[in-house]
């Protein structure tokens, strides 16, 4: 089954994340915000998403209908979980309290044998039309926006990523890398950030347009030291999702 994560503690997504492939899953991404995790939801069309509801403003409304609308599985894993939340969903979300990872691994087992599990083959090409609700995010671009950007994408449209190194004031040094990319971007590119990495969405970028980028980018110094760019151009009829997965193995 493909997961995606919506939790902003690091330890737990990586201990989640190495039990999930122990037992012969896949993690297709991790979301540390409402917004993003809405986003990526809608993109990567899991089949399963891991919730926490401390991420922030309606992660509970956003979150739990965005995994529904595209016909996932919800576990929320989380420090506490408000009943009337859960009684408003025809299909009560499962609950596996934190810090409990047996549990957790308990539920995905049984997910394992559902009967539902593969009755609805998804197009992950098509997303659910949703108005969105709740805070903004309030980061270098909207994640909402770049992610939507790459659920359309289609062959010759470019992906890259800028992995940023782990140092003090990472995310000061993010916000000051992905404001310089953004000054080099086109009308029509996309860009989102983390603490750890830009990644950058071309459309119809090719890789003339990845080497034209690299090459505005180096003339106003947009890249801090140790930092690692990989990159990949989407071949035709490739699946976004796919697209995405493999950047991040490029």
């Not at 297709?28 to 409402?34: L, M, S």
């Not at 991420?55 to 989380?78: C, H, K, M, P």
């Not at 990472?170 to 009308?187: F, M, P, Q, S």
């Amino acid at each position: 089954m493909r997961f995606v994560l919506c939790d902003d503690d690091q330890l737990f997504t990586s201990m989640i994340e190495a039990m999930l492939a122990d037992v012969g899953h896949e993690v297709v991404g991790v979301a540390t915000t409402t917004a993003a995790s809405v986003a990526l939801i809608e993109a990567a069309r899991p089949d399963v998403v891991i919730v926490d509801l401390s991420l922030g403003f309606n992660t509970d409304f956003d979150a739990v209908e965005a995994a529904t609308a595209v016909g996932a599985a919800t576990i929320i894993f989380s420090h506490r979980v408000d009943e009337v939340f859960l009684s408003r969903y025809p299909e009560r979300p499962l609950v596996v309290f934190k810090p409990d990872l047996p549990e957790l691994e308990e539920v995905v087992r049984r997910l394992e044998r559902s009967p539902k599990r593969g009755v609805v083959e998804q197009d992950r090409r098509t997303r659910p039309r949703r108005v969105a609700s709740g805070s903004r995010p309030a980061d270098i671009a909207d994640a909402r926006a770049f992610y939507e950007a790459v659920n359309e994408a289609l062959g010759g449209d470019a992906l890259i990523s800028v992995d940023l190194p782990d140092i003090d004031g990472a995310v000061e040094k993010a916000r000051d890398a992905a404001t310089r990319i953004r000054d080099v971007l086109r009308e029509t590119d996309r860009l989102v950030a983390s603490a750890s990495s830009v990644r950058i969405f071309l459309p119809g970028g090719e890789q003339t347009g990845i080497q034209s980028f690299l090459a505005r980018l180096d003339q106003v110094g947009g890249l801090p030291e140790g930092a690692t760019v990989r990159s990949i151009v989407v071949a035709p009829e490739e699946p976004p999702s796919a697209a995405f997965d493999r950047l991040k193995h490029a």
